[in-house]
């Protein structure tokens, strides 16, 4: 934290504080990044493991058995299981060659798009309603 002096604010004081504060941000940031792809990762290996050693028998059985008294939202998992799947989705569009030109944008337009994509697929899922349908239309058409 910057301290001023007796003398008045010290801009050099301030410029400390300020480059702290945006160190640990970053630190945050990254340790996120981190943990959404572990999350990932494991959710990837599950799948696959899961497809290799469920035929289509016992995926139709568990279908079967699914608690339909829960909303989507809630069986897939809620927040961070939708959000880990908006992130694969557009990782994969930004790899994808045929895709890759529509969403090369800067960081802070993709983070927004992302964001916009969750909180629609949130309310369109069950779960809580964080998307503006009124800004819908003026976006689209």
Known sequence: ??????SGPSSAMKDVGTNRLRD?????????KQ????IKDAAEAAAAEEQTTM??????KRMAHDDKTKTLYERIGGDLTLETAVEMAYGRALQDPRTRAYF?????K????????????????????????????????
């Open 1 to 6: 934290m910057a301290v001023a002096t007796s």
């Open 24 to 32: 640990e941000i970053a630190k945050a940031r990254d340790g996120i």
């Open 35 to 38: 943990f959404k792809n572990m």
């Open 55 to 60: 035929g289509f028998g016992a995926l139709k």
């Open 104 to 108: 090369e944008k800067n960081q802070r």
């Open 110 to 141: 993709m983070a927004s798009i992302r964001q916009k994509m969750h909180q629609f697929l949130s309310g369109l899922m069950g779960g809580p309603v964080l998307y503006d349908e009124e800004n819908v239309k003026p976006a689209h058409y």
